[in-house]
């Protein structure tokens, strides 16, 4: 019995051995599975909106195709889904061109919002264009933050025109009566919101030449005085009587004043670089308790519609906290304000200029 029990005794010793290795081989596996479903998931999904993509192309469709990651995807998610996309496509008869070859054109924009990735494929041929959206839910280990913050942005139209604005808003003197202030290049345009007559105030063309102006106005002040801004001086004037007071340099210009002379609002730009993707971005007060929060455009050119999103800026980078909320054209400016910011905006379709309040606030 006690040669037997000695011969089982290394065998019992090899059989923990190995049966410890087998588990922790089996943990291994298993704390990578969550990735490969991930990246499995990821490119059965890119494979599946290939398909819808394809069902509205003729077949041996040459295409030039393009992915632009508006999201928190990783450039390997990215590369992956690209290619899952492309060779589903190609088995499907469309074929993968170079720009400028073939009439079609294929953009793949990878965006997301707090509960799932939204992909949407823009397929423009010649002057016309049609877009394919899909929806890929989240995997449990998704980019957003532990408990992320449900931010919501919405939008009010208060005013639109065939202006270039710099920036408009609406002002009041606290008894009544109330004025909509249009700051252009050369000028700011004051209409009686009570009467509705409108009068221009020439500015002195203090400002330097530039192809792209900017200006902005300082809102929130009660009372029939408003300050504005151009690119080289700050001004006030009265929309009562519709006439300009001191003019005086800004800040770094020559001979500049302190800031303390006016009452200004500046729009400030978070540090570090943007979002993969995005544009212009503006500071924004914080939200839900939040910190380091501001709101950033698509990086689109001025032929294409545009977006806002509310991003927050985190260790490891800015992390989206809304959806986007879409324009109907090219965003060409945001400002700051003490009631809610501010965004100028050309419509593409009507050509003109449009004014949008923002209310950014805590839900879905």
Known sequence: MFREA?????????DRSNLSRRAILFLLVSMGLPSLSHAANLEDSA????????????????????????????????????????????????????????PTSLIV?????????????????????????????????????TNAMHITVRSEKFWDGPQRVLDAAEASNGNGKSWLVLLLP?????????????GNLEIAPAQTNTRDPWGQLATGQIGSMIWFETSSQVCKADLETRTLGECLPKPGAAEGTTPSRFPFLV????????PPGKGIELSIAPV?????????????????TDSLQVFQTEPSGPVAMSGELDFPGPIVALHTSL???????RNLTTGNYEAYNLAISCGQ
Request: charged share 20%; glycine share 8%.
């Open 6 to 14: 000695g011969r089982s005794a290394p065998m019992m010793a090899a």
């Open 47 to 102: 494979k599946e909106f290939a398909r819808k993509i394809a069902m509205t192309l003729p077949a041996g469709e040459n295409a030039a195709i393009q992915i632009r990651n508006r999201s928190s995807l990783h450039a390997d998610e990215v590369s992956r889904i690209d290619q899952a996309v492309r060779a589903e496509l190609q088995d499907r008869g469309i074929h993968s061109v170079d720009p400028g070859v073939a």
């Open 109 to 145: 924009t990878l965006s997301e919002n707090w509960k799932e990735y939204v992909w949407t494929g823009e397929i423009r041929q010649g002057e016309t264009s049609r877009a394919v959206l899909f929806e890929v839910p989240r995997a449990g280990e998704n980019h957003f933050v």
């Open 186 to 198: 050369l000028s700011l345009s004051i209409q009686d919101l009570q009467t509705g007559v409108t």
């Open 267 to 274: 729009d400030v730009v978070p540090a570090g670089p943007p």
């Open 288 to 304: 839900c308790g939040g910190t380091g929060q501001f709101l950033a455009s698509s990086a689109r050119d001025y032929t294409q």
């Open 339 to 345: 009631e809610a910011p501010r965004a100028i905006v």
